[in-house]
C-alpha cells in the first residue's frame, strides 16, 4: 500500500467519520429519554450480568478543558481524571490482553474494567498519559497506523514507543480506519498485516490485540483476523459486559463521549442503557447481528 493510496484511503474514512459523529450525536441525545421508554436491566439475571461482567471503556480524544469542541468522541481533561479515579477506585483495571487471558481460562471477571483509546491521536501521549500514570491507571491503544506521523493530530513514532515503554498495551485499528467489512480479500489482508508490522516496529512490542474500526465485524472479518496472528479483537457493542463466555473476537466496549456527566457514565458502566443499545442494534441489519455474536 504506496503512501499515495494511504492518503487516499483515509480520505475515503474521514468522511465515514464524519458520518460517524453525526450518529453519535443523535443516539446520545436519545440515550436518556429512550432509557426512560425502555427501562433499564432490571431482572436479576440483568442486574447479575453487569455486577459479574468487566466493562471495556473506550475514549478517541481528550481535549483541555476550555476546549469548545462539539466533536462528540472528545472528552474534556477534568471529566476524563474524574473518570478514571472512579474506575481505579471501583475496578481492579487491567489491558484488553489480560482480560482477553481470563475469559480464555474462563476466570471469573466481576470486579474487572478496561481502560482503551482508540484511533492515535498526539492527545494520548500528552494529554491522557499524565492522568492515567499518576492514577496509576494501565491502559490499551488501538492504533490506526496510516495516521503515524501526520501533523493533523496522530502519534508520532517517537511518542508510541514511549507510550509502549512506558506499559500502554499497543493494539491495530487497522491502517486507513476504514469498515473491513467492506474491503476486497486483499484490502482486509493488507490491512490487518500492514497496521500489526507497523506497530510492532515502531512500539518495539510484539502486537496481539484489534479493535475494528467503527466497530464493524462479520464471520469474513474474524477469519482474516485470525488468520493474520491475532489473538482477540473488540467491537463497539454496548448492551453487555464482557463475561467468561464472551467470544475474544467479539469484545464489548462502552464508548464515552463529550456529553456524558457523571450521571451519564455510570449509567454507561453499570448497564443503564443496555436496552436502549440492544434496541438500536436490533433496528440495523448491519447490526443485528451483533445480538447473537
Not at 15 to 21: G, K
Not at 46 to 56: H, L, T, V
Not at 190 to 201: G, H, V
Request: positive net charge; glycine residues 8%; hydrophobic residues 40%.
Amino acid at each position: 500500500m504506496s503512501a499515495t493510496t494511504v492518503e487516499i484511503r483515509l480520505d475515503e474514512a474521514s468522511s465515514a467519520a464524519r458520518w460517524a459523529r453525526a450518529r453519535v450525536r443523535w443516539r446520545e441525545r436519545l440515550l436518556d429519554l429512550a432509557a426512560v421508554v425502555l427501562g433499564p436491566w432490571s431482572t436479576r439475571s440483568g442486574r447479575n450480568r453487569w455486577k459479574d461482567g468487566a466493562p471495556i471503556v473506550t475514549y478517541h480524544r481528550i481535549v483541555a478543558d476550555p476546549d469548545p469542541t462539539t466533536d462528540p468522541f472528545a472528552v474534556r481533561e477534568a471529566a476524563f481524571e474524574a473518570q478514571v479515579a472512579w474506575l481505579a477506585q471501583h475496578f481492579s483495571l487491567i489491558t484488553v490482553a489480560e482480560l482477553a487471558a481470563r475469559i480464555r481460562k474462563r476466570k471469573p471477571l466481576g470486579g474487572t474494567a478496561v481502560i482503551s483509546f482508540d484511533d492515535g491521536y498526539d492527545c494520548t501521549y500528552r494529554r491522557a498519559l499524565p492522568i492515567l500514570r499518576a492514577l496509576k491507571a494501565p491502559v490499551t491503544l488501538f492504533v490506526a497506523t496510516g495516521g503515524l506521523d501526520r501533523a493533523d493530530g496522530g502519534l508520532g513514532s517517537a511518542q508510541l514507543a514511549e507510550l509502549a515503554a512506558a506499559g500502554v498495551e499497543i493494539g491495530s485499528h487497522g491502517v486507513t480506519h476504514r469498515d473491513l467489512r467492506t474491503l476486497t480479500d486483499a484490502e482486509l489482508e493488507a490491512e490487518l498485516k500492514r497496521s500489526r508490522e507497523r506497530l510492532e516496529e515502531s512500539a518495539g512490542v510484539a502486537v496481539a490485540g484489534l479493535a475494528y474500526p467503527y466497530g464493524r465485524f462479520d464471520d469474513r472479518v474474524i477469519r482474516a483476523a485470525r488468520a493474520c496472528g491475532y489473538d482477540h479483537a473488540c467491537s463497539c457493542r454496548q448492551h453487555r459486559p464482557n463475561e467468561a463466555t464472551t467470544a475474544l473476537f467479539c469484545l464489548n466496549r462502552l464508548e464515552l463521549n463529550l456529553g456524558d456527566s457523571r450521571r451519564r457514565f455510570l449509567g454507561k458502566v453499570g448497564g443503564r442503557y443496555a436496552r436502549v443499545y440492544e434496541a438500536w442494534y436490533r433496528l440495523n441489519p448491519a447490526t443485528r447481528a451483533w445480538l447473537e455474536a
